[in-house]
């Protein structure tokens, strides 16, 4: 596979690197214009800008370019640096610029009702890649999500069993039940996701941690569990709960500060927070 080939399946993959691009060159050089070099996020390279210590450095700034997610360019001049020197007549000064490599934002909705819906009409907007997940034929097709990147309709814990979101994926749990969010929720606190919100009260999170955690699932995996999901915005209707929840997928790949309101539930809960949740959930029926 040629440089771009190789960029297309690392993205395929859900992985990140970084493009390193010779674009200007001034005098000799042990390379040429246009020279482009692949670093992947396991530190593997693809193609050359010359070797030596200006690739060296090149594959540095590369690294750290795509934890940044921003550009940079980088100018060196092999007269005025011995170490550069590697023995050939040179002398000549050149300009590399370093661009990331994304992944496509994946988002996984299991659930296609119409918190779902909107949730996926904001998400495609915001540039995320959607797969929808239902058990519902009549509900998760083609005419009800036209521009998904999936739509399945099948049983929940058989499309799980095959599913392996990357690290880059986002996955939202907003099933019609509670015995459903709890089975979608069983899979995902152990896949490698970057984020996972479930819908639903603090009373039925909790609920539903205490009866994994029967399970033998560890309390801590429940630590990076937004849920409630969303940013604390006073969301009601489904369409304002689709803007809370994919305004915290955008925080979170933003690495927007902390001070961003979340409704996100801190597990094991205090016998305070218990008592809060349990009175929240009579106000509510009353």
Request: aromatic share 8%; proline share 5%.
């Amino acid at each position: 596979m040629d440089i771009y080939e190789q960029i297309v399946e690392l993205r395929r993959q859900g992985r990140r690197g970084a493009v390193a691009t010779i674009t200007n060159v001034r005098g000799s050089i042990p390379s040429f214009q246009t020279a482009k070099m692949l670093v992947r996020d396991d530190g593997s390279i693809a193609g050359t800008i010359g070797g030596g210590c200006v690739e060296a450095e090149v594959w540095q700034a590369a690294r750290e370019v795509m934890e940044e997610e921003k550009p940079r360019s980088l100018t060196f001049n092999l007269n005025n640096n011995s170490k550069y020197d590697t023995g050939l007549v040179c002398g000549g000064t050149l300009d590399v610029f370093v661009e990331p490599v994304l992944p496509p934002a994946l988002l996984y909705i299991f659930g296609a009702g119409h918190v779902a819906y909107n949730v996926y009409k904001v998400a495609s907007t915001a540039g995320f890649e959607v797969t929808v997940v239902d058990d519902r034929e009549s509900y998760a097709n083609r005419e009800r999500f036209p521009d998904a990147r999936e739509v399945i309709a099948e049983d929940f814990e058989q499309v799980t069993a095959r599913l392996d979101p990357p690290e880059s994926a986002y996955i939202v749990i907003v099933t019609r039940g509670h015995r459903d969010d709890m089975r979608v929720l069983r899979w995902a606190v152990n896949t490698r996701a970057q984020y996972l919100g479930m819908i639903g009260s603090r009373r039925k999170t909790i609920s539903i941690y205490k009866e994994l955690e029967k399970e033998g699932i560890p309390a801590e995996k429940f630590a990076n569990v937004h849920a409630p999901v969303g940013l604390e915005i006073g969301a009601v209707t489904p369409e304002e709960i689709a803007v809370a929840i994919v305004a915290e997928m955008i925080a979170v790949h933003r690495h927007a500060p902390t001070s961003v309101p979340s409704k996100k539930y801190a597990y094991p809960p205090s016998q305070a927070a218990e008592e809060h949740a349990e009175k929240d959930a009579v106000e509510r029926s009353n």
